[in-house]
């Protein structure tokens, strides 16, 4: 379900300036104030800002230094930061347009005139008004400020850009990282929208994110949401009291139907519980509606790596091998390089040692699905879709189902001239890609659109996640937010953990890493090397845990 887009930034100022208004001098520690309810905003994080007013005879620079340093304060509607800005002004900027992440050792100020004063920064990521985090996506920026003085001498900034800036190291304790929740096409899985939001309130920001907006532009075509468009917030501001959200839905909502008022609970529950949120108390004009969660499909996938030795292939623990009925007796039909199986664990996806791209299930069938040259390793999806391309070939996408009907996946990666790895998510909405676009090896990912038997058809426009260096070796997604990439430069080998909708980390991987898969975590990833070593990383380090591994397979999840 589609809604229009609508912008956020406005509807949650409101938000704030409402429930500020009725918490006015709430203090952070000791008894709560007379009139409060206690419990009416989540605890706060366990670190926070406390940025300092400006102080008397300051310059304009340092004016503007501390007006940027206050943007960590987000409290009462960032209220120290407006203490820098004229009367005027102080009404009217919008700290929530977005916030630019930088090096705060590279930023550099300047002053062109008198009343003027301008900061450049390096940006490493930005936030939009609606909490989409993307990084890289401005360089370098020039911010103007315009100065005055009062008639106390004191100087004060008249127009200055709506938004905030944060260093690296700042932003994870001003921000959050959190998941609106949305339905894929089928009402089987949760899936998550990855969004970043201050800290303080952040269950009203969820709410508001989720009931009045809408998902990323890239992901919106292969998501459903059961919250209809008529259906809003009768009141902006999220109490939390106890882990319980009392989340008031406009009067429409009453005329819903009852499996629809459960989803919208599902959405809204899964989507605050990062905030501590156990249950949500749902009305509509403060009437209450009953409802309760449906059941979702879980994307978990069996923390034991799932291996071909000589011995067969199956579950490996310790020494001991555990065999997939059906599937492992069919899998000594094939010389497999590479094997992703199926949620229900009665297919793979197999490239092979000659280079096809075969469908293998557990009543024992082999179906050659590609046999194009220079395949990359294939994926498969809960609908049972083979997707298979060329490296050198991005755009001949294509996803062969059981009945081995091919079917081309348009619009796919149309700007990219290689693709070195792909992988479909485990709710089977999106797909992620390590390609080369004008010459640079990225990770992207892009929204599945299928028809209503699930069949795709093509793919949304991509979103980049970020800039890698070297050959990219192999791709798995770690959980349902988190992708992991294989890299290698010469004889270093580097795994890059992205999330989607966030930063990145890299480190080192062992030498001759070939393959990656991951369990339900980034803590759970294993790493494969070209001799048959396998690896899993132990706090920062790796640790071989088996050898003579031939293939180490990836999992879509787990039997239902």
């Known amino acids: 379900?589609?809604?229009?887009?609508?912008?956020?930034?406005?509807?949650?100022?409101?938000?704030?300036?409402?429930?500020?208004?009725?918490?006015?001098?709430?203090?952070?520690?000791?008894?709560?104030?007379?009139?409060?309810?206690?419990?009416?905003?989540?605890?706060?994080?366990?670190?926070?800002?406390?940025?300092?007013?400006?102080?008397?005879?300051?310059?304009?620079?340092?004016?503007?230094?501390?007006?940027?340093?206050?943007?960590?304060?987000?409290?009462?509607?960032?209220?120290?930061?407006?203490?820098?800005?004229?009367?005027?002004?102080?009404?009217?900027?919008?700290?929530?347009?977005?916030?630019?992440?930088?090096?705060?050792?590279?930023?550099?100020?300047?002053?062109?005139?008198?009343?003027?004063?301008?900061?450049?920064?390096?940006?490493?990521?930005?936030?939009?008004?609606?909490?989409?985090?993307?990084?890289?996506?401005?360089?370098?920026?020039?911010?103007?400020?315009?100065?005055?003085?009062?008639?106390?001498?004191?100087?004060?900034i008249t127009k200055a850009p709506d938004g905030i800036v944060l260093g690296a190291d700042q932003f994870p304790n001003v921000y959050g990282e959190y998941s609106l929740m949305y339905f894929d096409p089928t009402w089987t899985y949760l899936v998550p929208d990855v969004r970043w939001f201050p800290t303080i309130n952040a269950a009203t920001w969820i709410a508001n994110a989720l009931v009045g907006g809408d998902p990323s532009p890239w992901l919106a075509e292969a998501v459903s949401t059961a919250i209809p468009e008529s259906v809003t917030l009768s009141r902006p501001s999220v109490p939390v009291s106890g882990g319980v959200a009392d989340v008031d839905l406009s009067r429409s909502a009453l005329g819903l139907e009852q499996d629809?008022?459960?989803?919208?609970?599902?959405?809204?529950?899964?989507?605050?519980?990062?905030?501590?949120?156990?249950?949500?108390?749902?009305?509509?004009?403060?009437?209450?509606?009953?409802?309760?969660?449906?059941?979702?499909?879980?994307?978990?996938?069996?923390?034991?790596?799932?291996?071909?030795?000589?011995?067969?292939?199956?579950?490996?623990?310790?020494?001991?091998?555990?065999?997939?009925?059906?599937?492992?007796?069919?899998?000594?039909?094939?010389?497999?390089?590479?094997?992703?199986?199926?949620?229900?664990?009665?297919?793979?996806?197999?490239?092979?040692?000659?280079?096809?791209?075969?469908?293998?299930?557990?009543?024992?069938?082999?179906?050659?699905?590609?046999?194009?040259?220079?395949?990359?390793?294939?994926?498969?999806?809960?609908?049972?879709?083979?997707?298979?391309?060329?490296?050198?070939?991005?755009?001949?996408?294509?996803?062969?189902?059981?009945?081995?009907?091919?079917?081309?996946?348009?619009?796919?990666?149309?700007?990219?001239?290689?693709?070195?790895?792909?992988?479909v998510s485990r709710d089977g909405t999106r797909v992620a890609a390590v390609l080369s676009v004008n010459g640079r090896l990225g990770i992207q990912v892009a929204g599945i659109v299928r028809d209503t038997d699930g069949v795709p058809l093509r793919l949304a426009d991509p979103f980049s996640l970020g800039s890698v260096s070297g050959a990219g070796l192999s791709l798995a997604w770690l959980d349902d937010t988190t992708v992991a990439a294989l890299t290698r430069s010469g004889t270093d080998v580097t795994l890059v953990e992205q999330a989607v909708g966030g930063p990145g980390a890299s480190v080192t991987a062992p030498s001759g890493t070939v393959s990656v898969a991951g369990a339900n975590t980034d803590a759970t990833v294993r790493l494969r090397s070209d001799d048959g070593l396998l690896f899993v990383r132990r706090a920062t380090n790796w640790e071989q845990t088996a050898a003579d591994i031939l293939v180490l397979a990836t999992q879509q999840g787990s039997p239902s």
């Not at 419990?39 to 503007?64: C, K, L, N, R, T």
């Not at 940027?68 to 009462?76: I, K, S």
């Not at 989803?263 to 156990?278: D, E, H, K, N, P």
């Open 1 to 156: 379900m589609m809604k229009p887009t609508r912008r956020l930034g406005a509807l949650v100022t409101a938000a704030m300036l409402l429930l500020l208004a009725a918490c006015a001098g709430l203090p952070t520690t000791g008894p709560v104030n007379p009139g409060i309810a206690p419990g009416e905003e989540p605890p706060p994080p366990d670190f926070f800002y406390i940025p300092e007013g400006p102080q008397p005879g300051a310059s304009p620079e340092e004016i503007v230094r501390g007006f940027v340093e206050a943007g960590t304060g987000p409290a009462d509607n960032w209220a120290t930061a407006r203490l820098f800005l004229s009367t005027s002004l102080a009404e009217t900027w919008d700290p929530t347009a977005g916030v630019t992440v930088d090096d705060r050792g590279d930023r550099a100020y300047a002053e062109p005139a008198a009343t003027e004063v301008s900061l450049t920064v390096q940006a490493d990521a930005t936030v939009n008004d609606t909490g989409a985090y993307e990084t890289g996506a401005s360089g370098v920026t020039t911010l103007e400020f315009h100065l005055a003085q009062r008639d106390d001498g004191e100087w004060r």
């Open 260 to 423: 629809g008022l459960d989803r919208i609970y599902t959405q809204l529950q899964a989507s605050l519980l990062a905030t501590g949120v156990t249950e949500v108390r749902l009305t509509a004009d403060s009437t209450p509606l009953a409802a309760e969660p449906v059941p979702v499909r879980s994307t978990r996938v069996s923390t034991s790596p799932l291996v071909l030795t000589a011995e067969g292939f199956g579950f490996l623990s310790g020494d001991d091998l555990t065999a997939i009925e059906g599937l492992s007796a069919a899998m000594t039909q094939v010389d497999a390089a590479a094997v992703q199986v199926a949620p229900d664990r009665d297919a793979a996806a197999v490239s092979t040692t000659g280079g096809e791209v075969v469908r293998v299930d557990a009543a024992g069938d082999v179906l050659v699905v590609d046999d194009r040259a220079g395949l990359i390793d294939p994926s498969i999806d809960p609908h049972g879709y083979v997707w298979s391309v060329p490296r050198e070939d991005p755009s001949g996408l294509i996803a062969t189902g059981a009945d081995g009907v091919a079917v081309t996946v348009a619009d796919a990666f149309p700007d990219s001239t290689e693709i070195a790895a792909l992988a």
